[in-house]
Every structure is written in C-alpha cells, then in structure tokens.
C-alpha cells in the first residue's frame, strides 16, 4: 500500500486517508494508493461502504501542478475518478480545509459530500490558465446549476461549506475530526438505504438553462468581464456550456481537448510559473529556513496619508487592529474620513455590508502623538518621502518603541540603512515598500538593510502574507527593483518622443502588450507638476514635459496634461499636444522619424530586463523569479507573460541583448548597452531561470 492513502476498514467502512503534505495533492502516489486500495475493495465483501478523507489541515488541493508539462505516470485521474463514481458500495468525501482544483472534482466523483462549515470548495483552474479538466466543467453544474457553475469556474472564486450546503454541492455539514464524520455519515446512508448518486446521471438542474439561455450567457458574460488577454476563462464557459448542448460524455471530451490545448499553452505556463514564483518569494534567501518571526500583536502606522491609509485598511482588512498615528487632531481625522469614505464606496457597490464597514473602521484606533507606538510589535512608518523628515521619525521611534519590536518604513526609494542609522537598533529596522493603492496592490516589497536581523525579514514576510499581500525581499539601493527597473522605462519612453513617437502611440503599444497603463496615461495621472518642479529645483531640463507644464498642463488633474481629459478619466489623443510636440523637436533642431511599434515595445520592455540583470548581479534581488513576481503584483505585468525575465527567457537572451546593442548604438545611450550578465547569459545561450538561486 502506498504510504501516500492509508487504509483502514472500520466496521466494514473502508476509510481511505489521503497523507501527502503539504497539500495533499493529487500526486501519482495518491493515485496509486487510491487505485489499488479501490481495486482491492472491489472483491472485498466486508466492504459496505468507503470514506474519502485527508489527513493534515485540508482535503485535495487539485492535482499536482509539478506533474504538469512532465510525461503522464499512469494511474490517470481519469481512471481513479472513474473507479469511486463506478464504485458499487456509497462513496463518501468527508471535506475540511480546502477541496480544490482536482480535490472538488474527486469530491463530485464521491456519491456523497459532507463537509466544515469553513471548507473552501472551488475550482480555481482559471487561475493557473487552465480549467478544471477532471470533469469538473461537466459535474459542478449538474450539482449546482449552470449559472452557478459558470461563475464559480470562470472566477476560480471558492465558496465555503455553508453556501456548499445552500446550493448543494454538499450534503451535511460537520465539526471535527473528517475521519469520524465521515464513518458516522456513512453509517447513516447504509442504515436508511440512500440509493447512490451518480452526479453524471443527473441532468435535471441543467434543464431549465436548455430552454432558456439568457442567465446563463448573461452570468457567463458577466464573469469574464475583466479577463484581458487571458484565454483560459473563456475556454472554462464554453465548457460549461456544453452541458447544454450534448451528452455527459461528449461534454467530458470537449473539456479534455480544452484542458490539454491549454495546458500545452504559453500562457498557461507562464501562469504556472507565476505560481511557483510568488511561493519562491516568500523564502528569504541566505536566511535558514527554521527561522522564526518574532510576534506581532500590536501594529502601529505612523502617518494617515494616501499611503498609511491604505496600509491600516489592509491590517483592518485582514482583521487585524491597528494604531494609527498623526501628529495632530486634524491630519488624523482627515485620514480616517478618507478610509471611511472608501470603505462606504466599497460597500455602496456591494462588495462589503455597512456591519463589515462598522467592524473594519473598529479595528482602526487613531492616535495623536508618537507615544501611542510604544507597545507596538511592528510599526510601520508612512510619513512624507523626505530623508530628513524619516531620520527624525526613526530617532523618536528609536527612543520610544518598546526593546525587539520591527522598525520599517514605506519608503519607496530612499536609502534604508541611513534611515536605520540614526537609530541603536539597525538589525530591527528594515523597508516594507507597499503600492498605491495600498489597500488593493499586492505587492509588499520588503527591503533588506545592511544589518537587517535574518528575524526581522521572516517577522516582514509573515505579517505580510497575513494581511494577504505578496513579499518579494529586496536590497538596499534606489528606488529598490520596481521602481528602479520603471525608471530604465521611463527614460526611454521620454527619449521615444524626442524621436518622433507620440504618447498615444507608445501608450497604445504597452497596453496591447497587457500592461494596463502606458507610461504617458499614468504621467498624467500622478501630475507632471511635481517631476517639473523637481526639475527645476535641480536645475534639469525636460523640454516636452517642462513644455505642457508651462502650458498648465499637469495631468489629469487639469484636465489636461499629455492627453485631454473631458469632464472624466479616459485620455484622450489631444491635437495641441501633437503640435507642441512638434515645435519643441523644431526649436531643438531634431527631425522626428518614425517609430515602429515593435521599436517601441522593445524599448519599453528590454531596458527593464537590462536593469534586471543588473539587480541581479548587484544581489539586490536573489531570484530572477522574485523580480517578476514585484512587476507582476507591483505593476499589473500581464501574468501570462510571466514577468519581465521570465518574457526575456521566452524572446531568447541572446536576442534581448542584440536588439538592446542595435539601440545603444542606434540611440546614443550607454545605458542601454547589455549588463554583464546578460550579455553572458546570451553568449552561453542560457536563461534568467537557469541561475541557481542565492
Ligand atoms: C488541477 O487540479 C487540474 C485538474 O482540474 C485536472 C487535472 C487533470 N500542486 O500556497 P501555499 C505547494 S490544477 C503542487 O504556500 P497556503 C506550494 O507550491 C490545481 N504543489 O500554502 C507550496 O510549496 P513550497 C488546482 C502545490 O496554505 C506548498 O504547496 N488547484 C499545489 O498558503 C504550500 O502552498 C489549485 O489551483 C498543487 N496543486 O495555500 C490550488 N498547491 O512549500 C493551488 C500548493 O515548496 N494551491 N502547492 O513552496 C493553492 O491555491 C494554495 O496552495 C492553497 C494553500 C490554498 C491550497
């Protein structure tokens, strides 16, 4: 027997525990361990009735995602889902935690399900670019009805036991041990004879859909609203709509040549890596891995911005208490207005209750003075971006904040270790670089001083995953790896119209390529004002956009800046800018040539990868993965186009590094002249994966 199932026949109910941590995915050894146990129990006559249960903190998470892409080892799951729907003796799946992917489609191959009130039950495929292809396209809505089905498989969205049991998908709910639940659930289905329920057979949910499609197109529609450039939820709907169309086992091939296209896809692979990249992420490099964090009950903010808002909104989100410090009454109760404000909205749209925005706002205690921090575990600092005005915030927090607890600061480009200096206790002091809007981005850039305790980094990289964000460890240097690796962007999306490029089209190239905003649209959207004064502050000239900001044009905030802006958000193409445009370039004696679209991408995509390459070989970042992982949830990188190294390995390092040598040269820009280790990686003819992590 497999050590990966362990089989135990109590009474005549045939238990079959599932060990195969951390997730208890369906790797083949369950496979085995599932088949033979089944197969044996076929001949077996004390057999009555089997439970399907999980050891550990959940039920299947889905199949094993490793296994993907890699040559099948037989049994499929085709196979063993078969043998527990075919299985003569009642099948029971007992559910705690989670029962996902793969685990929800063996659970709908059970005969019955019972599951905790808290399980969360879903088929979250759509979300590695693939969909549930173990039949789960074709059994979800046979238990839950189309409409039902659709959304949950297009969304990848789970819903927990409860729902289960309103819609359902369950057939009891209960508390403790699943083992013990399920034998006792068992023992119910023998006793008053339930007849088994095959979830193929029936077809009766679906009936109402055939005669009248509107609510399912209009769900179906209305789930895949937001999926730019993504074809997997697409592909799960037409699934689900083959329900309606023929029989079970021409739904179930249909939905495995989908299955298979998409997982033979790029973007499913590149969606694949993501997913591994973001757990990568989450191990701090060149720290043991038993470290533990230190503990973090009391969180205090300093500062109620746009930005210390948003952060305590994501403590509040995540249910945990925050203080939030000002220095005066007034800044406070500006800040806790504004996130109460947005959380009014929030609920005004539906996406929380007015008792959520009661609970939410009650978890949030503002506090004048510095003092309040003095208990806090972890305080964070979001205060202006001004050195000076950071080094005295440390040397107060230095004298107040009580002997362990985490210093960090959001900064999003100054230099961690002079912020550490000024206090006595560096090792605690380190960047948590969260992104505007801090309540929605994911991304927690966590910023690894000179003297960073390897402690403090794990206590960062938990309290950011409980508050659900995504860490990526970084080094210390300016503008870390975002914001540096936007900076090599930006220089050459202001050198393209110098050349003859206009806004919209440069803009119009990185959107097509799935980034959501090109770099012009979002000039205007943070103001152009504040770079024009830098500018001139430092005696720097710019003369396109010293040139609208002369003219009053700002952004959006004055309703003009590179685009025009009528009354709403949406940019639109602005004739006088063409014309400004074009009289700058004569004043500076420079004659715009036309710039193709595939110029444009390369240039806004390749210096990025340069610059990568270069945090690379500094070890500001460890992985390549972790760099792709801040563009991808820091930056709204296209998640199937995996990040910006990931992308370069597919194009071929050693095209990356030609095409950045032909501009260099083409352009005048040292600065777009391979780095070192690209130009090794190409000559070697190896990828940013390749290289072993620190
Ligand atoms: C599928 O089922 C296809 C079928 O329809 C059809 C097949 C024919 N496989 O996230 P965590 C690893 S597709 C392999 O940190 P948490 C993960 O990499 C699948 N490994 O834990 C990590 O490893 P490491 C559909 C997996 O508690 C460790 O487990 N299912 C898998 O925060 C811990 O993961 C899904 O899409 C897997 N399926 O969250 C669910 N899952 O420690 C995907 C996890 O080495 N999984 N690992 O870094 C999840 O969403 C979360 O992992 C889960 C736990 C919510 C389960």
Known sequence: MSEAVKVENRDGILVLLIDNPPVNALSVSV???????????????????????????????????????????????????????????PVVAAIHGNALGGGLETALCCHFR??????????????????????????????????????????????????????????????????????????????????????????????????????????????????????????????????????????????????????????????????????????????????????????AI???????????????NAG?????????????????????KNYDATAARGGMSADDVTKRMGLITGKVGLEAATDADLIIEAVFETMAIKKDVFAKLDAIAKPGAVLASNTSYLNIDEIASVTKRPQDVLGMHFFSPANVMKLCEIVRGAKTAPDVLVTAVNIARRIGKIPAVVGNCDGFVGNRMLSARSKQSDKLLYEGALPQQVDAVVTKFGIPMGPFTMGDMAGLDIGWRSRKDRGIKSEIPDALCEDGRFGLKAGKGYYKYEGGRAPIPDPEVEDLISKTLQKMGK???????????????????????????????????????????????????????????????????????????????????????LKKLAAEGKTFASLASK
């Open 31 to 89: 496979r085995k361990g599932l088949h033979d146990a089944l197969d044996k129990a076929k001949t077996d006559n004390s057999v009555k009735a089997i439970v399907l249960a999980c050891a550990g903190r959940s039920f299947i998470s889905g199949a094993d995602i490793r296994e993907f892409g890699k040559p099948p080892q037989p049994p499929g799951m085709a196979e063993v889902l078969d043998m527990l729907e075919n299985s003569p003796r």
């Open 320 to 340: 945990i208490a925050v203080t939030l410090i000002e220095l005066g009454q007034e800044q406070l109760d500006r800040g806790l207005g504004v996130m109460k």
């Open 591 to 677: 004659t715009p040539r036309k710039v193709s679209d595939e110029e444009i991408l390369e240039r806004m995509v390749y210096p990025m990868v340069n610059e990568g390459a270069r945090i690379l070989e500094e070890g500001i970042a460890a992985r390549a993965s972790d760099i792709d992982v801040v563009w991808l949830y820091g930056y709204g990188w296209p998640i199937y186009r995996g990040g910006p190294m990931y992308y370069a390995d597919t194009v071929g390092l050693k095209h990356v590094a030609d095409r950045l040598a032909a501009y260099a040269k083409e352009t005048n820009d040292p600065s777009l002249e391979p780095a070192p280790l």
């Open 302 to 316: 300093i500062g109620a911005g746009t930005m210390g808002g948003g952060i305590s909104m994501s403590f509040a």
């Open 114 to 299: 019972i599951a905790t009130k808290d399980t969360k039950l879903g088929l979250p495929e759509v979300k590695l670019g693939l969909l549930p292809g173990a039949g789960g396209t074709q059994r979800l809505p046979r238990v839950v009805g189309p409409v039902k089905a659709v959304q949950m498989i297009v969304t990848g969205e789970p819903i927990n036991g409860d729902e289960g049991l309103k819609v359902g998908l369950v057939d009891g709910l209960f508390e403790g041990d699943p083992v013990a639940a399920g034998v006792e659930f068992a023992k119910k289905v023998l006793a008053e004879k339930r007849p088994l329920k095959r979830v193929r057979d029936d077809n009766s949910k679906l009936d109402a859909a055939k005669k009248d499609r509107t609510a399912f197109n209009e769900a179906a529609a209305a789930a895949n609203k937001r999926n730019r450039g993504l074809v997997a939820p697409l592909a799960c709907a037409e699934c689900v709509a083959q329900t309606l169309e023929g029989t079970f086992e021409e739904g179930l091939a249909f939905e495995r040549k989908k299955f298979l296209e998409l997982m033979n896809g790029e973007q499913s692979k590149a969606q694949r890596y993501a997913f591994f990249a973001e757990r990568e992420a989450s191990k701090v490099a060149g720290v043991p891995a038993d470290t533990k964090p230190r503990k973090v009950d009391h969180v």
